[in-house]
């Protein structure tokens, strides 16, 4: 070890400042990521969606549906209204909503969305507005709608 640094690591041993650098240093890279990482209630209530971090990308999956068993056939909600039929049968719970959604400004990410209540795939924009609200949009050319999630659970 190179006597300077030697001799820095002495002083801080000295002061008593190893132990609390060495917490700063393991507790900063441990610090909550920026984003809506979280858990969001949709706008209509009947889904909650997990959004983190994948990679470069923003994820979000279905984890709670206020009615996970369909009504018509008793068994736990699926994916009915898919486009692709080899897709049909695979569970909402879990579902991955969010596909491509990368960071283009503060609190901003831009991609695609599945929407299962129609089986289609919008153009994508999410925003978060302040800690506990997240603008989800969606639009097929010039058309676009949205609603608002609220956070239920970090």
């Known amino acids: 070890m190179p006597s300077t640094r030697r001799t820095l690591l002495a002083r801080f041993h000295t002061l008593g400042l190893i132990g609390p650098l060495l917490l700063v240093a393991i507790c900063s890279g441990h610090a909550a990521e920026p984003g809506p990482n979280g858990v969001w209630l949709t706008e209509k209530g009947d889904a909650r969606v997990q959004v983190s971090r994948?990679?470069?990308?923003?994820?979000?999956?279905?984890?709670?549906?206020?009615e996970p068993i369909d009504p018509a056939t008793g068994k736990a909600q699926v994916d009915d209204k898919n486009r692709n039929a080899a897709l049909r049968n695979r569970p909402i719970l879990g579902l991955q909503l969010f596909i491509g959604m990368r960071t283009v400004g503060p609190n901003a990410w831009s991609g695609q969305i599945y929407n299962a209540d129609d089986g289609q795939i919008y153009d994508s924009k999410v925003t978060q507005n302040g800690p506990d609200r997240l603008e989800v949009r969606g639009c097929v050319g010039p058309l676009c709608g949205g609603e608002t999630w609220t956070k239920v659970s970090r």
Do not use: D, P, Q, R
């Open 54 to 66: 994948c990679g470069a990308n923003l994820c979000g999956k279905v984890v709670w549906l206020k």
